[in-house]
């Protein structure tokens, strides 16, 4: 599963804007993010009166394509998260998750530590744009960068990935940590059910040959 933290909060607690923040200098980081905002209120779908609706009404996943983009809509009553990542955001290598308290994630509690539900599970940071310095990890507001850092490093570069190295042309090429990663965890995929292979170290030498026009 890609690294996903909850942005957790009450109302008009500042969520939304914390997202934004961190997904902008997560993308400063070389890092792709996707957004999903957890919400209990209904008719955030398309209205079942029109094509698209009868198709969703019959359960099928439906992508509307627009001159100004695109927008992915399911009617999956219980939808699994993996599934809505692997989905529709194939691409992106972390995931903030707006709201979301009673699912059981990691999460930064939006506002005064005191105000946090008891029992809320999974914090590991706090981030309060008045400052109450009660409990850390935290962070206010002007903090949003080393927040940002705070989390990808505890949540996707602090993961256990394959170490791999990318030559061309005997030039080894750097690659980020989280593409580092995921070629590594690709290939031993691959490669798992190969003899003799287990705990050994695995080189792989792929020549493209140019071929002229005939």
């Not at 934004?20 to 996707?34: C, P």
């Not at 972390?94 to 930064?108: A, D, I, N, T, Y």
Request: contains cysteine; charged residues 25%; neutral net charge.
């Amino acid at each position: 599963m890609k690294p996903v933290v909850a942005i957790s909060g009450f109302k008009d607690s500042g969520k939304t804007t914390l997202c934004l923040a961190l997904a902008s200098r997560m993308k400063n980081m070389g890092i792709q993010v996707g957004f999903i905002k957890r919400t209990h209120e209904a008719g955030i779908l398309g209205s079942l009166e029109n094509d698209t609706g009868l198709l969703l009404g019959e359960n099928f996943p439906t992508v509307l394509w627009g001159p100004d983009g695109l927008r992915a809509e399911s009617r999956e009553e219980s939808p699994d998260l993996d599934w809505m990542i692997e989905r529709f955001m194939p691409g992106v290598d972390f995931v903030l998750l707006e709201g979301g308290k009673g699912l059981p994630l990691p999460r930064v509690w939006v506002g005064p530590p005191g105000d946090c539900p008891e029992g809320l599970g999974g914090i590991m940071a706090w981030y309060d744009r008045n400052g109450d310095m009660a409990k850390p990890p935290f962070f206010t507001s002007g903090q949003e960068d080393q927040l940002a850092r705070f989390l990808v490093e505890r949540l996707l570069h602090g993961r256990t990935f394959p170490s791999i190295s990318l030559h061309v042309d005997g030039r080894k090429v750097f690659l980020k940590p989280y593409l580092e990663g995921f070629l590594g965890e690709a290939i031993l995929g691959m490669v798992r059910s190969l003899k003799d292979t287990d705990g050994k170290e695995i080189s792989i030498r792929i020549r493209r040959e140019n071929r002229g026009s005939e």
